[in-house]
């Protein structure tokens, strides 16, 4: 039996003469694929970093919030775009976009016109009163007549003994039309338009006694005692009543 098999495969060499024999060298040792793969660059735990930062940007700003008085906020919207290199960690790309819209809330309000300022006050300049006569006035015209106190009391004198005032009643009489209008057929009180010896007010009344009674002593003095007949009875009395009222 021959020493080794017919199909050993080892090499065999030929030597040529003065060659140096050399031994054949060895084959690289087999490296297994899991030991290469332990080997490799950890590049998964980068690529994961990456994406969980980009996940929490978006988060944050999706979740975004304007607060302010008055001021409504809409929803936001958002949206991510990126690219990542798993071979290159230096040249990741972030780009994160979003919108807000906002609404003005405001509180209702009414305008209200102030109130028209009031008309200025005009005063007028007075207007300068110019002296009229009494007739304009509607008093009677003291120019109408011409006074005598003597013969105005000496007509009295006739008319009251008729009525029985003599004495203490005539004088009486005289004292309170002395007071009144000093015996003047023409006396007139502007104030209040009395007129006439017994100032009859208005002195149009003594017309019950004659159409002259602006001109006539006789139509006033007839007219005076039928006055104090009718409302006090006599002279004396009339004059009492003047001294403490001052009028009669």
């Not at 988060?59 to 008085?69: E, N």
């Not at 929803?75 to 976009?97: M, P």
């Not at 009229?132 to 008319?159: F, I, K, R, W, Y």
């Amino acid at each position: 039996m021959a020493k080794h098999s017919l199909n050993d495969d080892r090499p065999r060499v030929t030597r040529s003469p003065g060659a140096v024999e050399r031994t054949p060298e060895a084959a690289p040792p087999a490296v297994s694929v899991a030991s290469a793969a332990s080997r490799r660059p950890p590049r998964r735990t980068g690529r994961a970093a990456l994406q969980l930062l980009g996940l929490a940007a978006v988060t944050a700003c999706a979740f975004v919030t304007v607060v302010a008085p008055n001021v409504g906020v809409s929803s936001a919207t958002a949206s991510f775009s990126g690219e990542f290199d798993e071979g290159r960690v230096g040249v990741q790309n972030l780009a994160v976009s979003a919108s807000a819209a906002t609404a003005l809330i405001r509180d209702g309000y009414t305008v209200k016109d102030p109130p028209p300022p009031p008309p200025p006050v005009i005063v007028a300049a007075p207007t300068p009163v110019e002296k009229s006569s009494s007739s304009d006035s509607g008093c009677p015209d003291p120019n109408a007549a011409v006074a005598d106190p003597a013969t105005a009391q000496a007509v009295a004198l006739e008319l009251a003994a008729a009525r029985g005032w003599t004495g203490a009643q005539y004088d009486a009489l005289i004292a309170l039309w002395s007071r009144e209008s000093g015996w003047r057929v023409n006396a007139l009180n502007a104030s209040s338009c009395a007129y006439g010896i017994p100032q009859a007010l208005p002195g149009s009344k003594m017309a019950s006694a004659g159409a002259d009674w602006l001109t006539n002593p006789a139509t006033q003095i007839t007219w005076g005692l039928n006055y104090i007949q009718g409302r006090y009875g006599d002279p004396a009395s009339a004059l009492a009543h003047s001294d403490a009222n001052h009028w009669y």
